[in-house]
């Protein structure tokens, strides 16, 4: 690795890494063995990648980030577990992301075009899907899962195990600790749904009559006393004719941890 490639001189990267000549290292960048790094992607100064990582294309990480770094779970005992980043993300200052461990699937992953702001923390075994922003300071603990669209206001701080599902809003200081459905908005402390995510479905597409079903499909599973199973019963047979709600319903059978209701 030389100057020419992009990489500054004061940057120490290991033989081991697999660097595709296109991406540019910042001074005092650490990177260690077994980190690929895919072509159009770059590393801020400070910044400190370890293996095994993978990170795919276009993907900008800013100074003094910590990515692939262990595990924080006393349980870890050195086995050897893996970071999966794909392309075009933007991962700001100071924020973490730990690998996996072996009381999950030895994995963290992380999708497409997700932007991660500064002192994010992205705990062992997490997935993250794709076009997420995390806000300052967003928090997750082990296992959590995030789904497409997902917005993560300020000082979010979710659970581990937890389920986040897709076009999600989560409001800040918001203290997580149960599965949120598809297209909710969750605000206060402690907090509680407060509606759809209309604002965000309409910038991504979704029509006028799919808001109305979606925004009708929170009435059933919030206000309308239903009991959860008999509110799930009636979506099912929604979903029938809303093509829409078929991720709701789906997110409610497969929820494990209950959902904020």
């Known amino acids: 690795m030389t100057e020419e490639q992009g990489i500054h001189a004061t940057a120490i990267v290991s033989p081991a890494a697999e660097l595709h000549a296109s991406v540019t290292v910042g001074a005092y960048a650490i990177i260690g063995p077994d980190v690929e790094i895919d072509e159009g992607s770059s590393v801020g100064s400070h910044a400190v990648i370890k293996g095994p990582t993978r990170i795919g294309r276009n993907n900008r990480i800013y100074p003094h980030a910590s990515v692939g770094d262990d595990p924080q ?5 050195g086995e050897t577990t ?4 794909g392309d075009d993300n933007i991962i700001r200052e100071f924020c973490t992301i730990n ?17 991660l702001m500064a002192y994010a923390h992205v705990a ?20 959590v899962h995030i789904d497409d669209w997902v917005i993560c206001s300020g000082f979010v701080a979710i659970h581990q195990f937890c389920h986040i599902g897709a076009h ?12 949120v459905p598809p297209y909710m908005m969750v605000f206060g402390v402690p907090p509680q749904p407060r509606g759809i995510n209309a604002e965000g479905l309409k910038r991504r597409g979704y029509t006028p009559e799919q808001i109305r079903n979606i925004k009708e499909a929170s009435r059933i599973l919030y206000r309308s006393g239903l009991r959860l199973a008999e509110a799930r019963e009636r979506l ?26």
Do not use: M
């Open 73 to 77: 779970d006393k349980k870890y005992a």
């Open 82 to 85: 893996r970071l999966e980043i």
């Open 99 to 115: 690998r996996g461990t072996t009381q999950d699937e030895a994995v963290t992953r992380i999708g497409n075009d997700n932007l």
């Open 124 to 143: 062992h075994d997490c997935r993250l899907g794709d076009h997420i922003v995390f806000a300052n300071n967003t928090t997750l603990a082990g296992h």
């Open 168 to 179: 999600s809003f989560i409001g800040a200081y918001a203290g997580i600790s149960r599965d």
């Open 236 to 261: 099912i047979e929604l979903a029938q004719d809303q093509a829409e709600l078929q991720v709701l319903v789906e997110f409610l059978e497969d929820s494990s941890r209950g959902i904020l209701r």
